[in-house]
């Protein structure tokens, strides 16, 4: 079980730009939630997808955005790149449309906007 | 809005003692509580999952306690080893799906 993969593992982009970072959940796991962690803070909720509709979204703008794909892949897009959009973007999987289940993450996307 | 703390925000230990982590969170409406370890510049890897009708969680040297009604959370690590430095993260997830997290506690265990 390859558990919740990501890419790219980092990626430098200038402000301004667009960037798309891709998960695939674990084996088994139909719902993709996306967080935002900056140094030395928790992870900060962004959005979740379930059955390729966005279900949930946190106190993030229309800058990001999100898709889920019929094998419960799924994308995390940012338009208009600023400096504060740098930090480590994570990727968390889990099944079903309940709250109960365990959380898998990935190793993460390491954005630097410069 | 849940608000989650995790106090104290760093920790230094010899080799061999045991560790005692700490969360709290605002709202005890949850699903459950996870704890998770993160190495610098890495993912989150599950520890403990504990569902909001248990009251504690043991996984090897790692026992989770839960006390909803009051909202807190205790992690302990017996015997601490240096591979168990690292920055541990408490999160709860609540009726909106998501997961809340503390800042984390950054462990140092000393040789």
């Known amino acids: 079980d390859a558990g919740v993969t990501q890419s790219p593992t980092h990626l430098i982009k200038t402000r301004g730009q667009q960037v798309t970072l891709r998960c695939s959940p674990k084996?088994?796991?139909?719902?993709v939630s996306w967080y935002q962690q900056a140094l030395g803070q928790g992870p900060q909720f962004i959005f979740q997808?379930?059955?390729?509709?966005?279900?949930q979204r946190g106190n993030f703008p229309d800058r990001f955005s999100g898709h889920q794909f019929p094998n419960y892949s799924s994308e995390l897009n940012v338009n208009a790149l600023l400096l504060g959009d740098s930090a480590l973007y994570l990727c968390?999987?889990?099944?079903?449309?309940?709250?109960?289940?365990?959380?898998?993450f990935g190793q993460g996307t390491r954005l630097t906007v410069v | 809005k849940q608000e989650v703390t995790q106090i104290p925000a760093a920790l230094s230990v010899p080799e061999g003692e045991n560790l005692v982590l700490n969360c709290s969170f605002t709202?005890?409406?949850?699903?459950?509580l996870q704890w998770f370890r993160q190495d610098p510049g890495k993912g989150l890897t599950s520890l403990l999952l504990?569902?909001?009708?248990?009251r504690e969680q043991t996984s090897g040297r790692l026992n989770a306690s839960l006390d909803k009604s009051s909202g807190r959370s205790t992690l302990y690590i017996a015997a601490s080893q240096p591979g168990d430095s690292a920055t541990y993260l408490c999160?709860?997830?609540?009726?909106?799906?998501?997961?809340?997290f503390g800042a984390g506690t950054t462990v140092t265990v000393r040789a």
């Open positions: 968390a999987s889990s099944f079903g449309g309940w709250g109960n289940t365990e959380a898998f």
């Open positions: 084996s088994g796991h139909d719902t």
């Open positions: 997808y379930y059955e390729e509709e966005e279900r």
């Open positions: 709202d005890s409406a949850i699903y459950n």
């Open positions: 504990i569902q909001s009708s248990q």
């Open positions: 999160a709860v997830r609540g009726n909106d799906y998501k997961l809340s």
